[in-house]
Each structure stands twice: as C-alpha cells, then as structure tokens.
C-alpha cells in the first residue's frame, strides 16, 4: 500500500458507520462513477440505506401538514406565462 493509501486508512480509523457509508457513497457519485459501474460494485444496494439530511437541513420540514403542493400551479405558470 502506498503511503498515501496508509494515510487514508488512517484518518477512516474510528469515524462511524454512519460518517464511512457518507464517504463511501461519495466516492462511488463522483470520483470514481465510471469505474463503479464496470467493477462488480452494485450501486443500489450501497446507498440503499435510508437518506439522510447534512448540515443545515438536518430534521428540517419544507411542506407543512395538509398542505397540497399543487394548489398554487395555476398561479405560477400565469407568472411565467404557461399555457395548459
């Protein structure tokens, strides 16, 4: 292994399933998309964990209860001139 492979392993080293299965979903998105898909990683099964919410969004709700969301389409599409 190279060093900077060892430096790697190290700094995973006690972070939570929780933190690795982040990272893990992250490499597999974007640094190695290509290569994920001709290995025999299946993809769907590594992120079908249930989804989480990071950062300033953790726990927050968007739509109150009760609320239709499309109760306002007509409205909007005047706004940007839509027509049906």
């Known amino acids: 292994?190279?060093?900077l492979q060892n430096q790697i392993t190290q700094s995973?080293?006690?972070l939570s399933d929780d933190s690795l299965?982040?990272?893990l979903e992250?490499?597999?998105r974007f640094v190695m998309?290509?290569?994920s898909k001709s290995m025999a990683i299946n993809h769907d099964i590594a992120i079908k964990k249930k989804k989480r919410r990071i950062g300033s969004m953790k726990g927050q709700?968007?739509?109150a209860d009760g609320h239709?969301?499309?109760e306002c389409n007509d409205e909007i599409a005047g706004l940007f001139g839509v027509d049906d």
């Open 21 to 23: 299965s982040f990272i």
């Open 1 to 3: 292994m190279s060093t």
């Open 61 to 63: 709700k968007f739509i």
């Open 12 to 14: 995973l080293e006690g």
């Open 26 to 28: 992250m490499i597999q």
């Open 33 to 35: 998309p290509a290569e």
């Open 68 to 70: 239709d969301i499309d």
